[in-house]
């Protein structure tokens, strides 16, 4: 007999189904509540609210579990390139070698972007801050492929555009990097992988050769690999509503990257540093700045994670990436040390290791970005660049799904006003 939960309003008694998840998480089907007791949930920011059904990815705050379609991101970090998790993310399966590299050729040969963005990009200032950069150029695809707003696009059409946008971001990005330091654009180079094309688009220097270090590629391949998807988050759910409208696949992204944009969001390895960068700035020790941490005078960020409870998975990877690279790179830079002397201070600290605080995934990326000399205000770019895939596959199950427009609803809490006088027009 299938499991139900009952609601008794006003001494009536109403019965709803219990849905239970393949990883046997639970929820109360409430989608006839309003049609049948004239009542709505109250759930702000949505913390206890199950949008969508999804096959994408599976989230175990509690035990510290990310997986993507089933596989662990342990495993697919230490074993898979990152173009693999797109195709995993998106079309639902591994690929195996032939799919593969039709997926790979396919997205190369669609790096390129069409010349007019450099008006578009002559446009901003110099100081414009790159996300806002970014989320023009994405928005603006639908002005150079306007039949992605076809609200009913084929498959083959929809795939088009998936290829398109993948295989522009990072050219994108790139640039809107390079506007912002006054330097000339690279173009991508077919004969490279997804990432040391990235690299040198970003860092390559006109009147040299540039030469993509492995260590680096590799940890570039991780931190997208991690940054993926993350289940209904902030963005991630931005994109899916904007795409219940029909809203084209460009717009949907855009408007994520928007949402990645707030400082709740995106920007929490960009706190990071700016954290590590006070510690430097105001002479203080690690051991100082710890205690202040216990009084609570100051925050310690990149530790704990508003979803895990335990530990964040990611993080474990991503610290072995983070070792190599400062290891690789012999880089003399006093903020590093600050950060390697407070993750190994915290780490054996019991106020930290009782509470479960210890280094997120965002602690170790913005190490890796300033390791690699990528600004604080990319930090967020290079983020979006990571979840591309997911918001796509988001979107992409929405469409499948048929899912209808989202339309939260809301209390009215407002004055209310039953007689008044109407001001005649004079």
């Known amino acids: 007999m299938a499991e139900l939960a009952e609601i008794i309003l006003d001494g009536k008694s109403y019965k709803f189904p219990v849905i239970t998840g393949t990883e046997n998480e639970k929820a109360i089907d409430i989608s006839k509540l309003r049609d049948e007791t004239g009542y709505i949930t109250y759930d702000q920011g949505y913390k206890n609210t199950g949008a969508t059904k999804s096959e994408i990815t599976f989230l175990d705050g509690e035990n510290g579990i990310l997986h993507y379609r089933g596989y662990p991101i342990e495993q697919l970090a230490e074993t898979s390139s990152f ?90 990005v790139s640039w809107s990097y390079r506007k912002s330091k006054g330097m000339p654009f690279n173009y991508p180079k077919n004969g490279l992988d997804y990432c040391s094309n990235f690299l040198q688009m970003m860092f390559a220097h006109p009147t040299e050769s540039y030469h993509v270090d492995p260590v680096v ?56 540093i700016e954290m590590l960068d006070e510690i430097m700035a105001s002479g203080m020790s690690v051991a100082s700045f710890i205690d202040k941490v216990k009084k609570k005078e100051v925050r310690l960020m990149g530790f704990g994670h508003r979803v895990y409870k335990n530990f964040d998975p990611r993080a474990k990877i991503i610290k072995v990436a983070c070792d190599q690279i400062l290891n690789k790179l ?42 690699l000399g990528i600004p604080v205000n990319m930090f967020t770019v290079m983020f979006a660049l990571g979840r591309l895939p997911g918001w796509i596959a988001q979107w992409k199950e929405l469409r499948a799904n048929k899912e209808p427009i989202g339309r939260p609803r809301q209390i009215y809490t407002g004055s209310v006003k039953r007689d008044f006088t109407v001001i005649a027009k004079r």
């Open 330 to 371: 012999g880089i003399n830079d006093p903020i590093l040390d600050v950060a390697k002397a407070l993750e190994e201070a915290a780490l054996k600290d019991p106020y930290f290791v009782d509470r479960k605080l210890y280094p997120n995934v965002d602690f170790y990326s913005g190490i890796i970005y300033r390791a």
């Open 83 to 172: 173009l693999e998790v797109v195709y995993l993310l998106i079309y639902g399966n591994l690929p195996n070698r032939a799919e593969l590299d039709s997926f790979t050729n396919r997205i190369s040969k669609r790096s390129l972007v069409h010349e007019d963005m450099k008006i578009i990009l002559d446009g901003f200032p110099s100081y414009a801050h790159p996300m806002g950069v970014l989320s023009s150029l994405v928005c603006s695809m639908t002005a150079f492929y306007p039949e992605s707003l076809n609200p009913n696009p084929t498959d083959e059409d929809m795939d088009l555009h998936i290829i398109r946008l993948l295989a522009k971001m990072p050219t994108m």
């Open 217 to 272: 590629s590799d940890a570039l391949n991780k931190l997208l690999i991690l940054h993926a998807d993350h289940e209904q988050n902030c963005s991630t759910s931005t994109v899916r509503i904007v795409g219940s409208s029909q809203a084209s696949l460009y717009g949907s992204v855009s408007a994520g990257i928007n949402a990645l944009w707030g400082p709740l969001h995106g920007g929490a390895n960009q706190e990071v």
